[in-house]
Nanobody, 124 residues
Framework: QVQLVESGGGLVQAGGSLRLSCAPS????????MGWFRQAPGKEREFVAA????????YYTDSVKGRFTISRDNAKNTVYLQMNSLKPEDTAVYYC?????????????????WGQGTQVTVSS
């Protein structure tokens, strides 16, 4: 069983930055792919970014490319989402998710472990 705990959300003005962290439990962290998703009110949960087990492969949804960076520190058992140049449309609850395998994925159904979510609000 893998438990995920997110932190780092908050309120920021447009153009600002936030860094989200996710600390999965369990020794399998180093061997599994991780992802970040978000869900705005009234909308479906959507893919934001993913990283493979080693950190050597990353993938982003088009709307965050060049602004967000996903990374991981396997020694610290933590995955990060650095969010720069934030826009009001980035406002959502952000979820950390883990797969049961090492390769990246972009669909909600490909992830089996989920955090409780952290609110990110970007004011205009």
């Amino acid at each position: 069983q893998v438990q995920l705990v997110e932190s780092g959300g908050g309120l920021v003005q447009a153009g600002g930055s936030l860094r989200l962290s996710c600390a999965p439990s369990g020794r399998i962290f180093s061997f599994i792919a991780m992802g970040w998703f978000r869900q705005a009110p009234g909308k479906e949960r959507e893919f934001v970014a993913a990283i493979n087990w080693s950190g050597g492969i990353t993938y982003y949804t088009d709307s965050v490319k060049g602004r967000f960076t996903i990374s991981r520190d396997n020694a610290k058992n933590t995955v990060y989402l650095q969010m720069n140049s934030l826009k009001p449309e980035d406002t959502a609850v952000y979820y950390c998710a883990a797969r049961s395998s090492s390769g990246i994925a972009t669909m909600v159904t490909e992830y089996i472990y989920w955090g409780q979510g952290t609110q990110v609000t970007v004011s205009s």
